[in-house]
């Protein structure tokens, strides 16, 4: 009696033990699944937009009513693996000691939204009033942006013009660039944006003018633009050799 209830003691012993093994076995597939979402969730997050400066220029000049000129220009790049949507952009105008001397808002890239490598202008010229030409020191940018998965509708720019306006004393701009869009995509442009870099021999950004056309544009649709916005540092008269456009449709 006594070795038949130790047999049954010992396979009751066994049967728990082979299934604690069991249920560990089946504990070990979950943490095995559990890890690999995790990792292909670490993955996806690593797959995002970062936009850095590429490429920034700024400048001061008094204007013949002894108003205080600031000019800043940046070409933006995408150096992430997916698309950015710029947001927000805000310009800084700053004196020798680090002090703001005024700041510029509301304004836009173009195109606004960069895929992985590309590039977008930024540009903009205010007045920096209560200070002299002598008080600013550097300009800098923050902006803000979103990864998203979406594209913008970009046009071709055709038969691009560099004018160097600098022998025009009435001149806005020193520069002016000229040319034709081509909407060569598969949808109308309602709102187009242009923006062309100016560049030296060396490659070095001057300046960026910007603007839009008034009509819009079915596929295959052309129309000329002209740039001569915002006004731009004199000192850079004489020095732009190369013009680089970028046109997008701009939509919600």
């Known amino acids: ?86 947001g927000d952009i805000q310009v ?17 890239a173009t195109p606004g939204i960069i895929q992985p490598g590309e590039t977008a202008y930024i540009t903009t010229s205010t007045t920096l009033d209560g200070y002299a030409e002598t008080d600013f020191a550097k300009a800098s940018l923050n902006l803000d942006f979103d990864t998203v998965s979406e594209e913008a509708q970009l046009l071709k720019a055709d038969a691009t013009k560099l004018v160097d306006l600098s022998a025009d004393e009435y001149a806005y701009s020193p520069y002016k660039v000229t040319g034709t869009i081509i909407n060569d995509s598969e949808e109308k442009s309602d709102d187009i944006r242009i923006a062309s870099g100016l560049y030296d021999a060396e490659g070095k950004l001057l300046g960026v003018l910007e603007g839009s056309l008034q009509v819009s544009l079915n596929p295959e649709g052309k129309a000329g633009f002209e740039l001569t916005y915002p006004e731009l540092p004199k000192d850079i008269s004489g020095k732009a050799t190369e013009v680089k456009v970028k046109v997008y449709n701009w939509t919600w």
């Not at 000049?61 to 997916?82: L, M, P, Q, R």
């Not at 800084?92 to 836009?108: H, K, Q, R, Y």
Request: with cysteine.
């Open 1 to 86: 009696m006594r070795k038949l209830l130790f047999g049954l003691t010992f396979l009751s012993v066994g049967f728990l033990a082979a299934c604690g093994a069991e249920e560990s076995t089946t504990s070990t597939k979950v943490d095995d699944n559990e890890t690999q979402t995790n990792t292909e969730q670490t993955e996806e997050v690593k797959a995002e937009a970062s936009i850095e400066v590429f490429q920034e220029t700024y400048g001061v000049w008094t204007d013949s009513i002894d108003s205080v000129w600031v000019h800043y220009s940046a070409e933006v790049k995408n150096n992430g693996e997916e698309a950015a949507s710029i």
């Open 92 to 108: 800084n105008f700053e004196g020798a000691d680090g002090s703001v001397l005024g700041t510029d808002t509301m304004l836009s």
